[in-house]
Each structure stands twice: as C-alpha cells, then as structure tokens.
C-alpha cells in the first residue's frame, strides 16, 4: 500500500440513480500539485463503469454530481478539467490497477493529513460512514455537496452546501448547513457587501491554499462564516449565467 499513489476507498450503487460508482482516494504517495489547494490528498467520485470523459459526454456523471447545474453535461459552468485527473484516474480504476482499502484501514491512512473530499463529483454520494472514515482522525479536511437539499442532517457537520444562487444560500442556512455559493461581482470588498454572513474564499482574497485554511469543513468549524466566491476557469460566463448574472 505505501508504494502505490491511489487506492479504492468505497464502491456501490449511486443514491440517485443506482448506478455504479466508486470513490479512490490519489495522493498517498505523490502529494497534489493543486496550487489552489496545496497538498491535500484527493477523493474522486466517479462512474465505474466508464470513464470521466465519457460518462460526462453520456450524461452519466448525473450518477456521481447529481443535478447539479454545473455539469459539463448540461452546459454548466464547471471548473474542473475532466480531461486531466479525472479522466487518469478513472481510467487508472478501469484498468483494474488500483488497490481496494478497508474502512477499518481508511483512518490510519489519512491520520493527521489533509484530505479534499471531491476533487471531482459530489461526496454526498458517499455513505456517511465513509465521510466519517476519512475525516475523522484527519488534520482538516474540505468538501463541497450540491445534495444538501435531501441529505441527512448529519452530513452538514462534513460539508458545505454547494449554492448556485442567493435564494439557494437562505434555503440552505434554514436548512442548518454553512454554504459555499458563488459570487456575482468581482470587486474587491464586494462579496461583504452582498452577503453580511459570509467571507470571499481566502484562496482568492489573500492567496491562502486550502491546506492551510480548512475553513469549508462544513459545521465543524463553530462560528465560521459562510464562502464565496467569483466563479473562475474557462467557463466563467456559464457559471455566472448558472448564478443569475
């Protein structure tokens, strides 16, 4: 297990449509070279039964992200590059080339490390036993989830709520969850302007990785406030469209 980048931390069927996906946690060995983020290890949700690139050109990432109106499927927004990591590690998981980890196991392997739940697709989709797993004797942890309008209550302690709008953003803190949501203006100062509950990504407002924030632990940072922030990548515009601008 020490010499190996990724391994297989759960597999069953998709909540939302049954389908099967799997979840494999990469950087075990060599740590993410995310500047955003630093070096976190990653967990990708992802169809397995194809790969990234196909199962979004299929429709079938609906599976792993839900309907979340990001997806490349559906013409959203969505910063991630499935041509890069997803696609490797799909296709890594395809191949029959990664090793499968216990539960029992995942604590010892993330013990005192950061761990970014959902490099790409929704860990909503994960059993909350798995969550817990990977969390729960980790140094910080961040993860994001488009599915908090039907969760469990008990996934908000883990995740922020993923808002597209200000209407999504009350729904959710009614609903008990802290929120990451984007933003509509790009001006300096602007995001407290918009919404007094919450902060602009400190990624973007001091150039702090999330490695070293750990802010967007869901509820169990106490009194943290709400993030935003401006939405950024190549598809920047249908992003905003997503938001409302």
């Not at 296709?91 to 761990?115: E, F, H």
């Not at 004797?137 to 969760?151: F, S």
């Not at 008990?154 to 597209?164: K, N, Q, R, V």
């Not at 959710?172 to 001006?187: E, I, K, M, V």
Request: aromatic share 6%; net charge positive.
């Amino acid at each position: 297990m020490q010499k190996t980048n990724s391994a297989i931390v759960w597999e069953g069927p998709s909540p939302i449509d049954g389908g099967p996906i799997v979840a494999v946690l990469t950087g075990l060995v060599r740590p993410s070279a995310n500047r955003k983020t630093g070096p976190m290890l990653q967990v990708s949700i992802l169809r397995a039964d194809m790969d990234a690139v196909a199962a979004s050109k299929a429709g079938a990432d609906r599976s792993i992200c839900g309907d979340c109106p990001l997806r490349w499927a559906t013409g959203g927004g969505c910063y991630v590059n499935l041509g890069q990591a997803p696609l490797a590690v799909s296709r890594a998981y395809l191949r029959g080339n990664l090793p499968r980890i216990p539960l029992a196991d995942i604590p010892t392997l993330v013990r005192g490390k950061a761990v970014r739940l959902g490099s790409y697709g929704d860990p909503g989709m994960l059993p909350l036993e798995v969550l817990r797993a990977l969390t729960g004797t980790a140094r910080m942890w961040t993860g994001y989830t488009h599915q908090w309008r039907t969760l469990a209550p008990e996934y908000a302690d883990l995740l922020m709520a993923s808002t597209d709008t200000v209407a999504d953003r009350m729904a959710a803190t009614a609903l008990g969850w802290r929120y990451f949501g984007l933003s509509l203006d790009p001006r300096p100062g602007s995001i407290e302007r918009e919404a007094g509950d919450a902060i602009e990504c400190p990624a973007d407002s001091h150039g702090t990785a999330c490695v070293d924030c750990g802010l967007c632990a869901g509820n169990a940072r106490d009194g943290a406030k709400n993030i935003l922030i401006y939405p950024h990548g190549a598809r920047t515009k249908r992003a905003l469209s997503t938001a409302g601008a």
